[in-house]
DNA sequence: TAACTGTTTGACATTTTTGTCGAACACAAA
DNA sequence: TTTGTGTTCGACAAAAATGTCAAACAGTTA
């Protein structure tokens, strides 16, 4: 067969295998399910990626080296740190929305397995968080510009993007949020979080 | 073999089986180990608890029974919206940093088996969250006391309670921290957090 | 001590999931 | 048409995990 449709083919399973992994993390996906959300045989999988690990293992590095990153770009060091932190969350959430379902997936990679997701993630997104958020939000508090502790501070504002998506299963329940209602919510929560982010840490 | 170390022995399997649970999740969990972490044989987990399912549906029943609520008691509704939030953020905070690995176990519960695990913590905690919180942010929002929409508001609230809890893994290794560090870090959040809510929805 | 009860254990069965292999297949080029 | 290459499929093997059972065991009571 030609060379054209192997990659369709195999990308349509790293596709399928995307879908299930981040439904249903490493553990609870199945080869047999990605096999039928590919529309092939489960032997076939077996054909283009040897094992469940190595077809995980492509899976994540495509899907790092895709657009479907989280922040596709950092503001240089020039850019004050709000307006950066205000960028970030802008990009995080637009970036999220194209992939709900990957924060919390991430999250349980983190746990099970840090090492690997870690440098998977750090390959594609090479920014030491501590040189390019903590330092300059230090900098801002001695100055006066903004109040709290640094890390605090960080980790509020990685909380406010991410966990709407990684609890999403939750407070759609507890809300009794549709799932219509629930990604509008999600739309319009850029917009909050930047209005939030003018007063929450000013000093 | 007398009834009392029978109790305990369940006892001894409950906790390990927590403990498993909560680190791997259902499907990452192994019977295995979970008698490892107890010091008995697997067998016996068997003769305590029929099957997996039974052992892990007892787990949860038992973990919402016992003191181990994030949030014990909520504030009747006389009590003024703004300082419910700080109410709840308080007691969820001290509760999470006994129990720091629940938060995550449970987004993934309600991803796999919302159902399931929803009718185990609303029998426990009976709470509208709607009536409760929602509502009244409403209210206080068009009293001018609180700005920005209620559902963002509450879903804010939570957000920063959990994900330090949830994004643990996570954060430790993108900032570094040591278990320690974190752990210390988590412990002085209560008071960040009180007071950001000071300003964070202020009009 | 003998009979009884609840517990533990190891050997085995079953089920589920993953992995392998060779035959069949489709299609293109010789 | 034959040969060759890459793909698919079904049957089967292997591995991993759960579940069952009867025999041994440890205490308690008669």
Chains 1, 2 share one sequence.
Request: hydrophobic share 45%; with cysteine.
């Amino acid at each position: 067969m030609l060379d054209q449709e192997s990659t369709d083919t195999e990308a349509l399973i790293i596709e399928a295998a995307k879908k299930v992994f981040f439904r249903k993390g490493y553990d609870g996906a199945r080869l047999q399910e990605i096999a039928d959300e590919s529309g092939i045989g489960r032997t076939a999988l077996h054909y283009y990626f040897r094992s469940k690990e190595k077809l995980f293992s492509t899976v994540m590095k495509d899907f790092f080296s895709e657009t479907e990153r989280r922040v596709t770009q950092f503001d240089p060091c020039e850019v004050p740190i709000v307006e950066r932190m205000r960028n970030f969350a802008s990009s995080y959430m637009k970036s999220a929305l194209r992939n709900p379902e990957f924060d919390l997936f991430m999250l349980n990679e983190f746990n099970n397995n840090p090492d690997f997701i870690a440098e998977v993630l750090l390959k594609t997104i090479p920014v030491n968080m501590h040189e390019h958020f903590i330092v300059p939000i230090e900098e801002a508090v001695r100055k006066g510009e903004l109040k709290g502790d640094p890390h605090q501070i960080f980790i509020t504002l990685l909380s406010v993007c991410m966990f709407p998506f990684t609890g999403m299963a939750m407070i759609k329940k507890m809300l009794k949020f549709s799932d219509e209602a629930y990604m509008d919510l999600l739309r319009q929560r850029e917009a909050f979080i930047l209005s939030f982010l003018e007063t929450a840490f000013k000093a």
